[in-house]
């Protein structure tokens, strides 16, 4: 079974509400918001998987597209030092992805529970939410109600909620 389809039976055994699409590869914002269903009321997420120096702790930090990202400000903000962006190769052992299919959903595949999911607060806003099934040819749109209050809890991540603005 494709990580795809292990995403789409979660959610289908959670009974959890959701728009599925199947499209050509997205491998940029720009392709996301390409999309024909991207419209004013859906947001498409950032996805960054960082790390500190040893490889030791993972973050999976969720990010509006066009906001400006500084790792110095969100490595502060978690009280890590020195946060990098996580090399691609890590991604297979990791959360048995590969680069361009990151997705909050790929937490249901962190067994050992290395990665800390980050979410911006500004994120969450009325109308809904996409991310790839942890596949690029694929997108999943969630009301945002449904994501923060169904999705986020049943990913079994320790979640951290930040605000970046004004740092």
């Known amino acids: 079974m494709s990580v795809k389809q292990t995403i789409l039976q979660r959610l289908d055994a959670l009974q959890i509400p959701y728009e599925h699409y199947e499209h050509e590869a997205a491998y940029t914002m720009e392709d996301c918001l390409r999309l024909p269903y991207a419209a004013p009321d859906v947001m498409f997420c950032k996805n960054i ?10 973050y999976l930090y969720v990010t509006p597209p066009a906001k400006p990202f500084r790792t110095a400000v969100v490595s502060k903000l978690l009280g890590v030092s020195r946060l ?84």
């Open 49 to 58: 998987l960082l790390c500190n120096r040893q490889k030791t702790a993972y």
């Open 84 to 167: 990098s962006f996580a090399p691609a190769e890590d991604l297979p052992g990791l959360l048995s992805l590969t680069s361009g299919s990151l997705s909050p959903l790929a937490l249901w595949l962190d067994e050992g529970r290395r990665v800390t999911l980050v979410i911006d607060r500004d994120v969450q806003k009325e109308g809904r939410i996409a991310f790839h099934p942890c596949d690029n040819t694929a997108t999943v749109l969630f009301d945002q109600a449904i994501f923060f209050s169904r999705v986020v809890p049943a990913l079994g991540a320790n979640t951290v909620y930040l605000s970046t603005e004004d740092r």
